[in-house]
């Protein structure tokens, strides 16, 4: 994903400038000066058609057609282009355009224009798109009209040629009704084009800024918007925002920016602030009657209440069993640590793999057998192992392999078992002979007989392992440690999760 789509706005000049290059400079202006006011990273978008060739020569002067006749009354020349294109530069924002033909794409080119948008209209014209591909230049393709099956051909052909790209969700009415925006459509698409950019076109009322933070809200990362500037002498259409719109449109997208982004990466962030209040009114644990050091307690001996003291264990935390370290009397707050067991370890390390497992979308079924391969012992299995789940082991074998974030399997090899893995979620490097090979969702890597190999997650992953039969003692480690081990002693395998 090409990092000048993150978090990107787009001032849509279309044919706002009217025709008159001063007042086009104006506006570029006035964009500047908000882009200037939030540090956004922002582009002015202009739009290119080669009106000689674009236009029959018999409807060049129809007043009857839609469009044309305002297209021939805001025409400029390349060079008046140009010096848009020079103020759009001067302004310290990203130039970008939209061709509808092929010598508008030549004209990107020859200005250096940073990105070209692909307009509604122009998403199936597949001459454009085999020239606009062919550019080099990161591309913006709009989809407004376009049904699923529509989108899918063109990321296919993107994708296939190679270009750097991203959607926008768009609803091409001039102004759009609120209740035609369909904005859940943009989770469907982040479901489905995960390795690609996706933005929102609008075209609803100027005024209605709560449609540019719902977008965010949906994971939109770039926002356009058409823009002018009203003068005595022009007026504005109905969906263009003038600059005091455009501003509040740039604050309330940047405020649900700031309300939207999770604060750490791969978890979500908890304040100190929210632990105090959750704590002040979380229940502590006391005791019933007086009780020995070296007693063991159960949920008969205790009592649940507010205030939870500073260390005092609380409910969530007491279990059955518990051994006291001294003597307590009758309503006395319970001070004693709860031991870590290794059904309590493997037990959370479950929880995790199914959490990744549901955040990638993958579907186990009933069937299947779950080994926790922990090679230095429970304690240190975030440390060092990994999640085998076996799904069939015939002459072939399938297993998924969950890596926890942070996790390392260490270096081992196989005398009689070739595999292959295809990496399905997360990222994932494998060191295979030495040589390190960073993998991400869709590579693949085999591994031959006697090949020295280990693995690790930053992220944590989630990997199909396709093999001959799997062989038990089929396994040879590098460190003596585990080589020594029985493998159930490096094992615990689980028939239900």
Same mark, same amino acid.
């Given at each position: 994903m090409n990092k000048i789509f993150n978090d990107l706005f787009i001032f849509e000049m279309a044919n706002s400038h009217q025709g008159d290059i001063e007042h086009g400079k104006d506006i570029i202006h006035e964009m500047g000066k908000i882009a200037r006011k939030y540090n956004i990273r922002a582009a002015v978008k202009l739009q290119y058609r080669n009106l000689d060739n674009f236009i029959h020569p018999d409807y060049k002067d129809r007043t009857d057609v839609p469009h044309i006749p305002r297209f021939m009354s805001t025409r400029?020349?390349? %060079?008046?282009?140009?010096? +848009?294109?020079?103020?759009?530069?001067?302004? /310290?924002?990203?130039?970008?355009?939209?061709?509808?033909?092929? $010598?508008?794409?030549?004209?990107?080119?020859? !200005?250096?224009? %940073?990105?070209?948008?692909?307009?509604?209209?122009?998403?199936? $014209?597949?001459?454009? +798109?085999?020239?606009?591909? /062919?550019t080099g230049k990161p591309l913006i393709i709009s989809t407004g009209g376009k049904t699923l099956s529509d989108i899918d051909k063109l990321y296919n052909f993107f994708t296939h040629k190679r270009c750097d790209f991203a959607f926008l969700h768009c609803v091409a009415e001039y102004p759009a009704p609120s209740d035609h925006l369909q904005l859940d459509f943009i989770d469907r698409m982040n479901r489905r084009y995960r390795d690609v950019i996706i933005g929102y076109s609008g075209h609803e009322d100027p005024n209605?800024?709560?449609?540019?933070?719902?977008?965010?809200?949906? *994971?939109a990362k770039i926002l356009e918007r058409h823009v002018a500037l009203p003068t005595e002498k022009y007026s504005i259409n109905a969906y263009s925002m003038t600059p005091e719109q455009a501003d509040k449109w740039v604050e309330a997208a940047e405020k649900a920016r700031v309300i939207c982004t999770t604060k750490k990466e791969n978890d979500k962030y908890v304040s100190q602030a929210e632990i105090d209040s959750l704590n002040s009114l979380m229940r502590g644990v006391y005791l019933k009657h007086d009780v020995k050091e070296g007693e063991f307690i159960g949920p008969e001996d205790v009592?649940?209440?507010?205030?939870? !003291?500073?260390?005092?264990?609380?409910?969530?935390? @007491?279990?059955?069993?518990?051994? +006291?370290?001294?003597d307590y009397a009758k309503d006395e707050a319970l001070f004693e640590k709860r031991h870590i067991t290794a059904t309590k370890l493997a037990r959370s390390v479950i929880h995790d793999a199914k959490g990744m497992l549901y955040e990638a979308g993958i579907v186990l079924g009933s069937d299947f057998e779950v080994e926790l391969s922990h090679h230095y012992g429970m304690r240190n299995f975030r !440390?060092?192992?990994?999640?085998?789940?076996?799904?069939?082991?015939? %002459?072939?074998?399938?297993?998924?392999?969950i890596v926890l974030p942070g996790?390392?399997?260490?270096?081992?090899?196989?005398?009689?078992?070739?595999?292959? @893995?295809?990496?399905l979620y997360g990222d994932l490097e494998v060191n295979l002979d030495g040589e390190e090979y960073?993998?991400?969702?869709?590579?693949? !890597?085999?591994?031959?007989? *006697?090949?020295?190999?280990?693995?690790?997650? /930053? *992220? *944590?992953?989630? @990997?199909?392992?396709?093999?001959?039969?799997h062989i038990r003692n089929d396994s040879y480690y590098e460190d003596?440690?585990? %080589?020594?081990l029985d493998p159930m002693e490096r094992k615990t395998v689980l028939r239900k999760w």
């Open positions: 400029l020349t390349y %060079e008046q282009f140009t010096e +848009l294109v020079d103020t759009i530069r001067e302004e /310290r924002l990203i130039s970008m355009s939209t061709p509808f033909d092929e $010598d508008g794409v030549d004209w990107c080119m020859d !200005q250096g224009i %940073e990105i070209i948008k692909i307009a509604s209209c122009s998403a199936l $014209d597949w001459p454009l +798109l085999e020239k606009v591909s /062919r209605d800024n709560t449609v540019a933070m719902l977008a965010v809200a949906k *994971g009592y649940f209440a507010m205030p939870c !003291q500073d260390k005092q264990m609380n409910s969530g935390e @007491f279990g059955d069993g518990i051994e +006291l370290t001294r !440390q060092t192992g990994a999640i085998i789940v076996s799904v069939i082991n015939r %002459e072939y074998c399938k297993k998924l392999i996790q390392k399997h260490p270096v081992h090899m196989h005398k009689i078992k070739e595999e292959t @893995f295809q990496v960073n993998l991400v969702a869709g590579d693949v !890597q085999t591994v031959l007989r *006697g090949q020295k190999h280990a693995f690790t997650s /930053r *992220g *944590g992953a989630i @990997f199909e392992e396709v093999s001959t039969t003596e440690k585990i %080589e020594k």
